[in-house]
């Protein structure tokens, strides 16, 4: 059974930074695509960012690109999220998911497992 755990959520201010942190257990990690997901109230969750097996691919959102990094250690089973300049848009539960596809994909339902989520909230 994989387990997937987040953590590493808070309260910040505009323009501060945050890490994510995905712990992930149950089967070979470094075999499959990771992402990280978002979904504040009342909206639908929406892909953040995303990385290949090997980290040699990744995919991010237009409205996070050039502020949030991913990154995977397949060695300590884990992938980041690093989300510098955040904005109150940022605001949402983030979780972390795990696909079978090789390639990143955006699409929700190609994940098989997700994490219980961390809140980020960024106040103005």
């Known amino acids: 059974q994989v387990q997937l755990v987040e953590s590493g959520g808070g309260l910040v201010q505009a323009g501060d930074s945050l890490r994510l942190s995905c712990a992930a257990s149950g089967r070979t990690f470094s075999s499959y695509t990771m992402g990280w997901f978002r979904q504040a109230p009342g909206r639908e969750r929406e892909f953040v960012a995303g990385?290949?097996?090997?980290?040699?691919?990744?995919s991010y959102a237009d409205s996070v690109k050039g502020r949030f990094t991913i990154s995977r250690d397949n060695a300590k089973n884990t992938v980041a999220l690093q989300m510098n300049n955040l904005k109150p848009a940022d605001t949402a539960v983030y979780y972390c998911a795990q696909s079978r596809t090789s390639t990143v994909t955006r699409i929700p339902s190609r994940y098989d497992y997700w994490g219980q989520g961390t809140q980020v909230t960024v106040s103005s």
């Open positions: 990385i290949a097996w090997n980290g040699g691919s990744t």
